[in-house]
């Protein structure tokens, strides 16, 4: 496996996401499209150590009659912060908890990464359909 060349620095593992910190409350409208984002997300590549940004979009039908409580979502997002974690794997451990949270089939959790080494990274898992 290749090693990161240069400094690299310490980060946490998928153990500290924090999960229980979501919360959701009552809400029985199983056809209202539900859109939220945040352009604060950050957590760790394992490769470099260095940090990687993204916005994040979370779209959803609250079929399982709850809605995420958004400050609770801000407190799940940001125990992301140090940790090491590829931005595949990123979205799909989104698109799981919020699943779980929410029991809704209808969930697609969109994250659009800030360039690194001139590529830039959007990754999505679900579907609205």
Do not use: H, W
Not at 1 to 21: L, R
Not at 49 to 68: F, H, T
Not at 93 to 113: A, G, H, I, N, Q
């Amino acid at each position: 496996m290749a090693v990161a060349e240069g400094n690299t620095y310490k980060f946490k593992g998928e153990e500290a996401i924090d999960v229980s910190v979501l919360e959701s409350f009552a809400f029985a409208s199983p056809k209202q499209y539900i859109k939220t984002e945040t352009k604060e997300f950050s957590a760790v590549c394992p490769f470099s150590g260095l940090p990687d940004i993204a916005k994040v979009r979370i779209e959803y039908y609250p079929e399982g009659g709850k809605c995420v409580e958004l400050k609770s979502l801000k407190y799940y997002m940001i125990s992301y912060r140090d940790v090491g974690i590829y931005q595949e794997a990123a979205t799909k451990r989104m698109y799981d908890d919020l699943t779980s949270l929410l029991e809704t089939t209808k969930l697609k959790v969109t994250t659009m990464y800030e360039p690194r080494g001139g590529f830039y990274t959007t990754c999505i898992e679900g579907s609205l359909d």
